[in-house]
């Protein structure tokens, strides 16, 4: 390997060519014609995010009976998933409508739009996704946008050759106001109104100060001074580049003012232009300037002097704001803030702040209360790619979701329901007694549920911290990241009171004894995992139910006697999924019912697709093996050859089939079997 092949990567896929694209310069007239064939390139802010949106296209699926949409858009596909917003599509949703509803001149392009919501919720991220996909649209041909600068200004004007539009501002500024209605009417002349072209705002106060003095010059020949003083070119936004794209974020009250919003004097030029109200002596780079035609963010927007939020007023009605100086100036941008709670009721309670108020269009961003949307952001995280080095057991990213869901949830006002059986409810599984309706009753009936609760940052911080201290040997499993999330509570600053301490505490409880269920049901299932150990236990059941129903006799397989059928055969696996002496007759008639169907449809019958058969029977293979391959001795210091390589089998099962290692695997077997030991001491204690 050489550096010539590290060029030749960065080079290739008509690297040159891409350039000549993103860098196109032209005439006014040239681009004239791009926007008579393509109006999308002259759009408003919020037309350009939306329709970057609505350019990476969405799905549709059914909760709870209603119609979602998730937008491909939020997956982060233009780098790799890493700023990935999971389980907030009806949020979501809710902001793209926001953006739709003002690419439309509706109303909301006149608002800021502020997300609301607890501590890591992904406002941040959400904001960050808008900002870097902006970039990313703004080099592809469907959001591709185009600004200009003044050239030739060296001999006439006594300035600089070259003045590029401070503000980045649309090409289409340039037509005199008095002849916007004539030229619409010629772009906008057989199209309809999703595709009209539209000219908002004046020329900022330097572009308008050299048009004026240009037109002075040529006598008011307009026609003359764009075709010599005129270039258009390709605009790339970049948030590093100040192009389109601004951040603010509050400081120390003294070292921060409204110029950062506006700009200000650039004190160097007033001794060349003679004046600090020369426009050419200003520096239009407030971040209102250099995000125009494009997005600004406002970090902890609620935490900015209010002297900084008056500028958000006229800033989102008007689009106009008020360097020093200068006559109000025009900016089309997208105004988008984020806040927490506390924050926010401040707002709320401060009279003086009514106007803000109502110029905000709030979108609530809760934390996820659906499992398997949680799991995901730790799985982006935390894999075998990201770490390598340690293997993380099963389930142990499930069981950190899960006590953070729980955390977040109310406690279910029914009072047969759980607040597990809630958790997994809203995760989509099926609990007899609960429908559909019952879980948007459940919703529904709740006033905070997911603004409140542990933070995904906190869960992140706390698997982190295991992974680097690696109690597990190379191995992070469930109890260790419970027990380090559980430690974290003595010095968690967030968490105010102690009644919510222990409740946490209380919690973390009960995903220990549902990890518990999880991995002895795993290993009950690998115990029993000897396919032809369940067929022939299943073809034995099938035959004395099929007799008992037919109230025939059984043919004993050793003795070929005719016998009764075994009726403690049946019910020993019946008993395992509860089937009542009461009902044992109506359950077994519905098993030789679906048989018949399946029968008649030329179908042959496998217990695999009956689900509760399926579990009766393994968990019946699991306790006439149990004791043979006596897993309990795990817990002594004493196994045996046969023992030991009945073990290695279902240890090679937990690796093979459910993703254990050597390591958890092992911890899996002993932790069940020291389940089992305790088990067999309290039985002995009851004798």
């Not at 993380?392 to 009072?415: F, G, N, V, Y």
């Amino acid at each position: 390997m050489d550096a010539s092949k590290i060029i030749s990567a960065i080079t290739e896929h008509e690297f040159h060519d891409q350039y000549k694209t993103l860098h196109w310069t032209g005439s006014l007239k040239e681009y004239l014609n791009m926007v008579i064939e393509r109006p999308a390139i002259a759009r408003t802010a919020f037309q350009r995010v939306y329709d970057m949106i609505a350019d990476y296209g969405f799905e549709t699926y059914n909760e709870y009976k209603k119609e979602l949409y998730h937008w491909k858009f939020f997956d982060d596909p233009f780098d790799n998933g890493r700023d990935a917003v999971f389980g907030l599509d009806i949020h979501l949703n809710k902001l793209v409508n926001v953006f739709k509803a003002g690419a439309q001149k509706y109303g909301p392009e006149k608002r800021v739009i502020l997300l609301h919501g607890p501590v890591g919720s992904a406002k941040s991220t959400i904001a960050r996704l808008l900002k870097k996909g902006l970039q990313a649209y703004s080099r592809t041909d469907a959001g591709s946008l185009y600004t200009y600068s003044w050239i030739g200004l060296g001999d006439v004007l006594s300035m600089e050759e070259v003045m590029p539009c401070p503000m980045h501002e649309e090409p289409l500024h340039l037509v005199p106001t008095e002849r916007r209605n004539a030229v619409l009417e010629i772009l906008n002349k057989n199209r309809d109104r999703a595709e009209a072209v539209h000219i908002e705002g004046d020329l900022c106060p330097a572009c308008r100060y050299v048009y004026n003095k240009l037109m002075e010059q040529y006598n008011g020949d307009w026609e003359k001074v764009v075709n010599k003083h005129i270039q258009v070119r390709r605009m790339i936004l970049s948030e590093q580049d100040r192009i389109g794209i601004g951040t603010f974020q509050p400081k120390d009250e003294k070292n921060q003012d409204s110029t950062e919003l506006t700009g200000d004097i650039n004190y160097r030029k007033i001794a060349q232009y003679g004046s600090d109200s020369d426009p050419r002596a200003f520096n239009f780079d407030g971040e209102f300037n250099v995000a125009n035609r494009g997005i600004i963010e406002f970090v902890e927007v609620l935490k900015l002097d209010v002297a900084f939020l008056y500028d958000l007023l006229t800033a989102s009605q008007e689009h106009k704001i008020k360097p020093k100086k200068f006559a109000q100036t025009d900016i089309d941008e997208v105004i988008i803030g984020h806040t927490n709670e506390p924050e926010y009721r401040k707002l709320q309670s401060n009279e003086f702040m009514e106007a803000l108020r109502d110029r905000t269009v709030k979108i609530d961003v809760p934390y996820i209360t659906r499992l398997n949307r949680e799991v995901e952001i730790y799985r982006k995280d935390f894999n075998a790619k990201t770490v390598p080095h340690i293997h993380i057991a099963p389930h142990t990213l499930e069981m950190a979701s899960m006590w953070s869901i729980l955390t977040r949830l109310e406690e279910p006002k029914k009072a047969n329901l759980t607040i597990m059986q809630k958790l997994k409810l809203y995760n989509g599984k099926s609990i007899p007694g609960f429908t559909e309706d019952n879980v948007k009753e459940l919703r529904k009936e709740t006033t905070r549920e997911g603004m409140d609760g542990i933070s995904p940052r906190y869960i992140q911080d706390k698997i982190s911290n295991a992974l680097v201290v690696d109690k597990g040997n190379g191995c992070l499993n469930p109890f260790i990241i419970l027990n380090e999330m559980e430690s974290g509570l003595k010095t968690h600053s967030l968490i105010k009171d102690e009644e919510t301490r222990k409740r946490y505490r209380e919690l973390l409880a009960l995903v220990k004894m549902e990890y518990e269920d999880i991995v002895k049901h795993e290993v009950q299932r690998a115990i029993s995992a000897d396919e032809s150990a369940i067929d022939k236990l299943c073809g034995n059941y099938i035959d004395n139910v099929k007799a008992f129903t037919q109230k025939e006799k059984v043919k004993n397989p050793y003795t070929g006697e005719a016998e009764e059928p075994d009726e403690r055969l049946m019910r020993s696996i019946e008993e395992k999924i509860d089937i009542p002496d009461s009902r044992k007759d109506d359950f077994r008639r519905e098993i030789m019912n679906y048989i018949g169907a399946l029968a008649l449809d030329g179908r042959a019958f496998d217990f695999r697709t009956n689900e509760r058969l399926h579990k009766a029977l393994e968990l019946k293979l699991f306790e006439d093996q149990k004791d043979t391959i006596k897993l309990t001795s795990l817990v002594s210091n004493v196994v045996d050859k046969e023992a030991q390589a009945k073990i290695d089998v279902v240890k090679n099962r937990l690796i093979k089939n459910y993703g254990y290692c050597e390591i958890c695997a092992t911890d899996a077997l002993g932790f069940v079997a020291s389940v089992f030991a305790r088990g067999d001491v309290v039985k002995k204690d009851k004798k």
